[in-house]
C-alpha cells in the first residue's frame, strides 16, 4: 500500500491543524492505520493508532485528550485532528498501515513520506 500524508504546516501554539493520510494501492480497509512523529536526533514517536474499522483508537500520552485520528474507508483516507498544538508537538509526522493493529509500536509494515508541522509561541 502506498501512503502519501499532507495537511502539516504552521500553526500558533492553541491552535489546529488536520493531517490527512491518503493510501492507494490495497484494500485500504484491511489496514489498521497509525501516526508517528519525529524531531531530528530523535528517535520516532508514537502518537495514535486507529483499527480497520475505527472502532478502536488508541493515543499516546502526550497528545491524548488534544489529538483525534479517524479515517473514511469511503476514501481510503485516515486523519490526525490537531488541536490545542503546543510547540513541544512541532516534528514531522508520518502515517503508516499494517495489516495488525499494533498499539505503541513502530512495527508498521507501510510508510508515508512525512509532513512537517511547526507551531510557534
Known amino acids: 500500500v502506498q501512503l502519501q500524508a499532507f495537511g502539516g504546516g504552521l500553526a500558533q501554539a492553541g491552535g489546529s491543524l488536520r493531517l490527512s493520510c491518503a493510501a492507494s494501492?490495497?484494500?485500504?480497509?484491511?489496514?489498521?492505520m497509525a501516526w508517528f512523529r519525529q524531531t531530528p536526533g530523535t528517535e520516532r514517536q508514537y502518537v495514535a493508532c486507529?483499527?480497520?474499522?475505527?472502532?478502536?483508537?488508541d493515543y499516546a500520552g502526550s497528545v491524548k485528550d488534544r489529538f483525534t485520528i479517524s479515517r473514511d474507508n469511503a476514501k481510503n483516507t485516515v486523519y490526525l485532528q490537531m488541536n490545542k498544538l503546543k510547540t513541544e508537538d512541532t516534528a514531522v509526522y508520518y502515517c503508516?498501515?499494517?495489516?495488525?493493529?499494533?498499539?505503541?509500536?513502530?512495527?508498521?509494515?507501510?510508510w508515508g513520506q512525512g509532513t512537517q508541522v511547526t507551531v510557534s509561541s
Open positions: 503508516a498501515a499494517d495489516l495488525y493493529l499494533k498499539v505503541d509500536s513502530t512495527e508498521y509494515d507501510y
Open positions: 486507529i483499527s480497520w474499522s475505527g472502532d478502536f483508537t
Open positions: 494501492g490495497r484494500t485500504f480497509s484491511n489496514y489498521a
